[in-house]
């Protein structure tokens, strides 16, 4: 009979990434929070700017807190974040319409859809945190690999 493989091993956590993604993650959400509450449910142009960063925040203080704590990864946290920041709203659309009937959203100045957006950035930012601080990083480059010793001649003696 054959030994059971060995369990695989639990990653290790880098407290440290986590600790900024999720203060950052907290943090966009707070100020989306205050941004979306500044409104006071009043919807027009000069609500406009609150109302981009309720939606705007959250990636955005996430990409902060990921490029602080991982500055390598840069590009993989701009896909991400651009990813939240682009498809969330459509979700939290979606969410709204399966909740309130069209009138009453508008009635309300599509409150639950700022709302949701705001709670599934956040959901979403817990997650991307829990994802980078389980995943290994090196906080330097790499050394540098030397070149092998060149294989010496066979003509001169040397064993294949």
């Known amino acids: 009979m054959m030994p059971a493989p060995p369990a695989p091993r639990m990653a290790r956590i880098d407290w440290r990434t986590a600790a900024f993604l999720l203060g950052t ?3 966009g959400a707070a100020w989306a929070a205050y941004n979306l509450a500044s409104t006071d449910g009043a919807r ?3 609500q406009m700017r609150p109302l981009i960063w309720a939606i705007f925040a959250g990636p955005f203080a996430l990409f902060i807190g990921w490029v602080i704590a991982r500055p390598r ?3 993989l946290a701009a896909f991400t974040c651009f990813g939240l920041y682009f498809f969330m709203p459509f979700i939290a659309q979606r969410i709204e319409s399966l909740v309130l009937p069209m009138e009453q959203a508008r009635a309300t100045g599509h409150v639950l859809y700022f709302q949701v957006a705001i709670g599934l950035h956040l959901l979403a930012g817990i997650g991307v945190a829990i ?3 389980r995943t290994p990083y090196a906080r330097h480059a790499p050394p540098a690999i030397a070149d092998p010793a060149p294989n010496p001649d066979p003509a001169e003696g040397a064993t294949p």
């Open 25 to 27: 993650a907290l943090l």
């Open 44 to 46: 027009g142009t000069e």
């Open 73 to 75: 990864e840069v590009w």
């Open 131 to 133: 994802w980078r601080a």
